[in-house]
């Protein structure tokens, strides 16, 4: 269940709010459920805690694959 892995990942990020990875994977919650503002959001603010976050990366990955912009995709696969 998506909502239940973005709460509990808000959750963790509440507690540990320089955490990039609850930010992250919450994005990846939003990411799966199709809300592409939300998920885009928690991306570039767990970035702005960790610009290497790997999270992220798969994370830019799967949006611009739903949005079918497969160049997009590869440039962020391949981390430029």
Same mark, same amino acid.
Do not use: Q
């Given at each position: 269940?998506?909502?239940?892995?973005? *709460?509990?990942?808000?959750?963790? %990020?509440?507690?540990?709010?320089k955490?990039?990875?609850?930010?992250?994977?919450?994005?990846?919650? %939003?990411?799966?459920?199709?809300?592409?503002?939300?998920?885009?959001?928690?991306?570039a603010?767990?970035?702005?805690?960790?610009?290497?976050?790997?999270? @992220?990366?798969?994370?830019? @990955? $799967?949006?611009?694959?739903? $949005?079918?912009?497969?160049?997009?995709? @590869?440039?962020?696969? *391949? %981390?430029?």
């Amino acid at each position: 269940d998506y909502d239940l892995a973005i *709460s509990d990942f808000t959750a963790a %990020h509440a507690l540990k709010p320089k955490d990039a990875d609850a930010l992250a994977n919450r994005g990846m919650g %939003h990411a799966w459920k199709g809300d592409t503002d939300a998920a885009t959001r928690d991306f570039a603010a767990a970035r702005s805690l960790d610009p290497e976050n790997l999270i @992220v990366m798969r994370g830019e @990955v $799967l949006l611009a694959m739903n $949005l079918a912009d497969f160049e997009l995709a @590869v440039r962020r696969a *391949s %981390h430029t």
